[in-house]
């Protein structure tokens, strides 16, 4: 690992080391993948202005995130079957974001489920949430996340409906995955010791949803049930009830639009997530650094503004937070690393960003985060 230097590195060892059904899963975005693309192209847009002979002997990369001490303004956001990436992937990530000193966000659609990571991992983290149609069931898993004393929960607000991916598709990446089509298990036998890895796992079902529903033990009755949950009634009073249940710190993810913005302040959020799925749902919609200042200009002042959506390095988190962002999420740059090094690499990954936003920060000239902002962008 001593040779790699950037999160493409661990991007291109990940996608060595795991079958390909799994990576282009993580890798690939909605359609034409227009947003995808987008999500890096307009960072890239954006340049510093370097200032030099400034005292930068005294920088502290620490903040706070949504009233919680945070060693960097990072999260690990939550990603779906990162159990499959690695074995008990999400345990592994959740070791390494607590080791960091960060938040990490455990998905709804996890591999290990909340009271594994929760049994062997040393603090609370955080459980993101998607609302079914089964209200019993959300209710008992807002319930768990409350018995495994999560910190925060994260509500995705931008999946009622499935923005089609077409690799998915065409790799056999399905509910449950065609892991036994003859070229996913060819691609599967070259990879050794991803195998060895994910039989050595204490999960390869959906931990949150297996067990917990009448005959849901086996893959498929679990794939039959979510298949028929996302629910496209989902709307705001809904999120009335949730707080009716859930006593903790509530963060809205997936908002592109002020209007939604200004719906997250009126219901009490702590913070929302400037987001569009990473590049995964509505294909054609800006990209989150696009959709980014007009969202903090709004509704800074009376919420906490997240970002997610295509973090690749500090130099990403430094213009995120510039245009207005409290902290960043990055969601396929830790998976990379996991999938390359499993919880090593999750730490290399963290590693990388840290250095490069220090170093970023040395050379704008400021020593804490809070000093940043669109001061530190070349107009």
């Known amino acids: 690992m001593k040779h790699v230097t950037c999160i493409e590195d661990l991007r291109v060892l990940h996608q060595r080391r795991v079958p390909k059904m799994f990576f282009d899963y993580v890798d690939r975005g909605s359609y034409a993948e227009e947003t995808l693309r987008a999500n890096r192209a307009d960072f890239e847009q954006l340049k510093f202005r370097q200032r030099i002979l400034v005292d930068i002997s005294s920088r502290d990369l ?97 999946l009622q409906v499935i923005g089609q991916r077409h690799q998915d598709i065409k790799n056999g990446m399905s509910v449950p995955p065609e892991i036994f089509r003859p070229k ?49 009634s989902l709307n705001w009073k809904d999120i009335d009830w949730i707080r009716s249940i859930w006593p903790g710190k509530l963060i809205i993810k997936g908002i592109l ?20 799925h990473g590049g995964r749902q509505l294909d054609g919609a800006p990209s989150s650094i696009e959709a980014l200042p007009d969202i903090v200009h709004t509704v800074g002042s009376h919420i906490e503004v997240l970002f997610d959506g295509g973090i690749r390095s ?42 490069e936003l220090s170093t970023t920060m040395a050379l704008c000239g400021v020593n804490s985060i809070a000093e940043i902002d669109e001061k530190v962008l070349a107009v």
């Open 257 to 276: 639009d002020v209007e939604d913005a200004r719906e997250a302040v009126k219901i009490g959020a702590e913070a929302l997530v400037v987001s569009n």
């Open 184 to 232: 996913n298990l060819l691609d599967m036998i070259t990879k050794p010791n991803w195998v060895k890895g994910i039989l050595g796992g204490k999960q390869r079902n959906f931990g949150n949803i297996a067990g917990h529903l009448p005959g849901s033990k086996d893959l498929g009755s679990v794939s039959s049930w979510v298949a028929s949950q996302f629910d496209p």
């Open 62 to 158: 620490s903040t706070k995130i949504i009233g919680e001490t945070s060693a960097l303004p990072l999260i690990l956001a939550p990603v779906g079957s990162t159990g499959m990436q690695y074995g008990d992937g999400e345990i592994h990530a959740c070791r390494a974001a607590q080791a960091a000193g960060i938040p990490y966000t455990l998905s709804t659609m996890s591999i290990c489920s909340i009271e594994d990571v929760a049994a062997n991992v040393e603090k609370p983290f955080w459980f993101q949430l998607y609302v079914m149609r089964d209200r019993g069931f959300v209710k008992a898993l807002i319930e768990r996340a409350i018995a495994a004393k999560c910190s925060a929960l994260v509500l995705t607000v931008d």
């Open 314 to 355: 500090g130099q990403d988190v430094m213009r995120a937070l510039a245009l207005g962002a409290r902290s960043c999420m990055i969601g396929r740059a830790y998976i990379y690393g996991l999938g390359a090094f499993g919880g090593p690499g999750v730490s290399k990954a963290i590693d990388i960003i840290k250095n």
